[in-house]
């Protein structure tokens, strides 16, 4: 089994040039669901990276609690109250992609919400499973919808959904796992791994200076962005997992820490390098 | 029917330097109207175009929701709750410009907030319809105030407004129905065309970056901020076209995308090279 | 009657270098009071300038409605409802300067407040009545405090304050009615006029790019900073008003407006300049 | 007795280059009890430096009045309501190091969460104790917890902890007091000393441009962060003590007042070039 490096050459395929004659419609639908009352902070950060990240409409459903936070960080998103579950399935229905889980929580609420989503979400669509949604899969043997899956667990989370211990996450087991659950897995770890139809890619970079927290939060709202753009979906992941940790590397050149909203800023840029004609 | 582009001259002849015996006073009045619960970041976005265009006072007429979110980012607007039907009528009333749709929402809320708009505003005031209220208007065949009427639809809204289908949005069509409806049409699309008193300008910028969410609320901000202090209308609007999108080219040499809330923090000093004596 | 222009030397004289072996409380408290629901935002930026002009320890009294934007602003200010009664006066009494009035509102509610400072102010505190204090004062006759007084009116709330008429506030019509009421007048114009004791002192800066909601409020909150750390009274509101203005007419030279609160970030930065040793 | 200062040889004992292979769990959980009605910009002050001093997952435990604008200040924070005895508890037990004080009060309910916090605290946690945390204790003649603890008081809340008048605080006396206490005591003053263990370390910098609010919030979240990473308590107090002011005295080369916010943005950079190797 051979393992492939993403390349900036994947990247430049997949970030083409924006057409001219375009309008916010032509760039996705992207909706975000996560942030329960304790854990508000990483549905923020999740839909400050799928704005950055170039997203055509963005809304977020969470925790009332979070409406005003996330207004004040990101005019750009419109909010929805999670608890809300009439809106709630309207607006995943109407979504390009899809991401659930960062802040969810893997309590009943939790549980709720996730179900619905699952219920609604249909075979054209993107769906990112994150943090707490991974979790709640995995505890309660969740039936996986017909969606086109992305799921982006650390390792403790992969064990829990793979059921393969940490010690044992060999690129044989993992593929194999992945198979059997479907969809792109973004396995986050130092060199970061992408399962995706028995193929395998390693992300080159990274650094220490993003273990913290939050910045999980910060990739799959990326994921989101770009896979609301980028019609090569398995090409948007890994575009959003080598963007995300070079702009991390390039930060950490200066800084002991980098935090998950300093890489949100940053996007903008990085896309637009790749979107250029190569220079020599 | 020529087309006139918008050129750098209309604009220094509006954007005239300010009076050294001045105050807040002379710069005009401007109340924005819009903001529900789920679209409050709307009519946020459009207050800090509109403050940052230099309007002389600004005040946001908002959801409740909204308002310390507006406070945290704005501190130079003052906010009254939309539901508080006196005091809305009274800062209209107040006016020299206003601007009512940013995230208002179409439903019933918002068509009794924007009727006690129309009710009181009158002749000499300059009302900018955006966003929901535009809906509004189609959907309800609403009578139009006797007022400086400018409407801001995308190509959709303007469909709905006028009745013409996208593909038959042609020159002519498009000066017919402005001219039935009256004020200044705002049209944005790939390079935004305003038709005014049977005349049509285009603006020569503009860029797919801005394809994003909260361009429009940013625009008519800007709108509501130029027409309070400039008294030549049409002249204002033109410059607050063109600048919106001028900044937007700017930022995207180095962005992929580029948000609104960017766009607004770089309007003073657009404003003050049109201000000062040309150099060759 | 000669005017006296505000020179840099008076800066210096008042802006001394800090002592090493000093702390918090060397630096005064400052307190302030207003911001009702509509008019938050006057008592922010009121107490971000407070702060970056460097007093030791701030607080402020508002509606609770203003508590959260506040807090994220400047989590520098520790915050008390102004419907805590017993709090506010306990807070009144122990301030250094107190700043009354920045979007305290001219109701009955801010009239019962602005009693309650009158109240228990004394002789050796300094109290900057601004904005609607003001009206207040005027409006009801109130008999002022015995402390040392700083009012802060434009010309038409120094129209209501004095009985002059605007177009009749001649330098003698002035200084007759500031002896009159008592205390040091900052009569906020083209030219800023400052009358104490007789004497009057003229700003020689300003820029029409102040001419925007929010910029009396910021003045205010850095006489309020200034007295605190101070002793010499007239000076610091002298020194306070010169800086305020100087650093619009450096802003203005690249912006057509330049917002309240970008004034106070640059507040220390100039501070700093004026408590250096003079290089020629 | 021998003073030692602290050295920059010291720090780079301390702050290693973090490993390739690590994740955010390698770098401490950090968890943050303080801020009432009052004080709410305490803990948000103390929680922003935890988080820029690189914790690997910080959770903040506060009045609910504080979490929307400590959600919008750093969204990194995980947040929860400080009247949840049952969560406070789990997540004092679950933390590598606990910062309690800031910005808590020093009537019945801070009583109530610091007797609380004392109850489950345990011999391998790092208990920074700070501010209201401080008198507290002293008022109360609380017993103290079996734990790594660490006392942040200035002079006159040493004077009450330890019963040494301010004027008596010579080397000798505080160092018998601090054995008395025991675990580490940082008395912040003009060139703060480090007592442990019967050493004694003193700051070589600082800067009365630091004199206000806020100030000892930031370094008690600074020490935080930093037990919560390095294992050498002792070395990551004298490391946050020496950054926090010589981030300060860099800042106050321009500023004639710094604000705590400012220096957390700009530990990372500082931590990072101690990490490095060093270049002659």
Chains 1, 2, 3, 4 share one sequence.
């Not at 575009?239 to 800084?255: G, R, T």
Request: proline letters at 5%; aromatic letters at 6%; a negative charge.
């Amino acid at each position: 089994m051979s393992i492939q490096p993403i390349t900036e050459a994947m990247l430049r395929n997949v970030i083409a040039p924006r057409l001219a004659d375009s309008h916010k419609g032509t760039y996705g639908r992207l909706t975000l669901i996560g942030g329960n009352a304790q854990f508000g902070g990483a549905i923020i950060m999740a839909t400050t990276a799928g704005i950055y990240s170039g997203a055509g409409l963005t809304t977020t459903i969470t925790d009332p609690a979070n409406v005003t936070a996330l207004h004040t960080r990101m005019p750009e998103a419109m909010v929805v109250d999670f608890n809300n579950q009439a809106k709630l399935k309207e607006l995943v229905r109407g979504a390009t992609s899809i991401v659930v889980g960062p802040g969810l929580g893997n309590d009943d609420q939790g549980l709720r919400i996730l179900k619905d989503v699952f219920e609604v979400v249909s075979e054209k669509q993107v769906l990112i499973i994150d943090g707490s949604a991974i979790d709640l899969v995995a505890t309660h043997s969740l039936m996986l919808p017909a969606a086109k899956l992305i799921f982006t667990p650390h390792e403790m989370e992969w064990q829990r959904l793979s059921g393969i211990p940490i010690a044992e996450q060999t690129v044989a087991n993992n593929l194999q796992a992945a198979a059997k659950i479907g969809g792109i897995i973004v396995l986050k770890k130092h060199h970061t791994q992408i399962a995706s139809d028995g193929q395998l890619f390693e992300n080159p970079g990274g650094t220490p200076a993003m273990a913290t927290g939050g910045m999980g939060d910060t990739l799959a709202g990326m994921i989101g962005g770009f896979t609301a753009q980028f019609a090569d979906t398995l090409g948007a992941v890994l575009a959003a997992v080598y963007i995300h940790s070079q702009i991390a590397d390039d930060l950490a050149h200066n800084a002991y820490v980098v935090l998950p909203t300093q890489i949100s800023e940053e996007i903008p840029w990085y896309m637009k390098q790749y979107s250029l004609p190569k220079t020599n």
